[in-house]
């Protein structure tokens, strides 16, 4: 492919071939540590509160942690690339001799999405023969799409019909998993107290809008090529995307979980769960 008039190598990410001035690497370097920083307070929240849920709910805060340390050290890692791989000129950043992927975080999804969309069967009510159905067809789904989105973020400067062609089969896995969710939050929920039932409805929301980031995200270079102007703001946005889309699929949404399988807990009687609300009611958190 060939861009103005330099040839781009295979496999390289919109972010490399683009200028940046201070503040607009100054943004991408405080979004990605703003990640980092939201994966270690979860971490902490998600292993200090699990007591608080009755045990057969403990899963769920096992793997919002799980998630936690896998991101944690993904972001870290996305940090350090964005800061190796340019240096300031006295008036923008540019590329130096190393590069900046974003193919990282594809795979790392590829232990985030089958925790993320496994954990939700722990707190809603299904038999243990939907449960295991659906933790099967929630990870070969999740992974197909990851997958296929893997590849065609390879293609996304050098070919467009590629790149579009992989965009959308993975959108296929992704539209269906998204029938899985809602199909479980709105049909497995009747049962569950009131403030749970609530929240369970909270959470689809909350994972519709947040995973939706993730395939702007993938579209930002084609939004680019027809708006080049855009420029560095490109990257900033993509990386934007990014973030807001981590912390809300992973940190907000295990938060939401947690108080929905507290109020499982509470309902339940469990003495911990009681304790526990009585504590927040009393503003004494
Ligand atoms: C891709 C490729 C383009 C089409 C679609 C995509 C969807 C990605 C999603 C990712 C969710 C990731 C999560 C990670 C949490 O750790 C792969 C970008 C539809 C929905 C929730």
Not at 58 to 77: D, T
Request: proline share 5%; glycine share 8%; with cysteine.
């Amino acid at each position: 492919a060939q861009l103005g008039t330099f040839e781009i190598p295979q496999g390289l990410n919109l972010e490399n071939i683009l200028v940046y001035s201070p503040l607009q690497h100054d943004l991408i370097s405080h979004l990605l540590t703003l990640g980092v920083g939201a994966m270690a307070v979860g971490f902490v929240y998600f292993l200090t509160t699990k007591r608080q849920s009755a045990p057969a709910y403990q899963p769920s805060s096992v793997l919002s942690a799980i998630v936690m340390v896998s991101a944690f050290l993904i972001l870290f890692r996305q940090l350090q690339g964005w800061q190796s791989a340019f240096a300031f000129d006295g008036e923008v950043w540019r590329l130096t001799d190393s590069t900046f992927s974003n193919g990282y975080r594809y795979l790392n999804w590829s232990i985030d999405v089958p925790c993320l969309l496994t954990q939700m069967l722990f707190v809603v009510n299904v038999t243990p023969a939907k449960f295991r159905k659906t933790r099967t067809r929630f990870v070969a789904s999740g992974l197909l799409m990851i997958y296929t989105g893997y590849i065609g973020q390879y293609f996304e400067l050098t070919s467009i019909p590629w790149f579009m062609l992989w965009g959308f089969i993975s959108t296929i896995f992704y539209v269906y998993i998204l029938y899985l969710v809602g199909n479980l939050i709105f049909r497995s929920r009747e049962g569950l107290p009131r403030p749970a039932y609530n929240t369970m409805g909270t959470i689809w929301w909350v994972i519709l809008i947040s995973w939706t980031l993730y395939p702007l995200a993938y579209l930002v270079p084609l939004g680019w090529q027809f708006f080049p102007e855009w420029g560095g703001w490109a990257g900033v946005t993509r990386q934007f995307l990014f973030t807001v889309a981590d912390i809300f699929s992973k940190v907000i949404y295990g938060v939401l979980l947690t108080s929905a399988a507290q109020a499982c807990s509470v309902e339940a009687g469990y003495e911990p769960a009681l304790q526990a609300k009585k504590t927040a009611d009393n503003g004494q958190l």
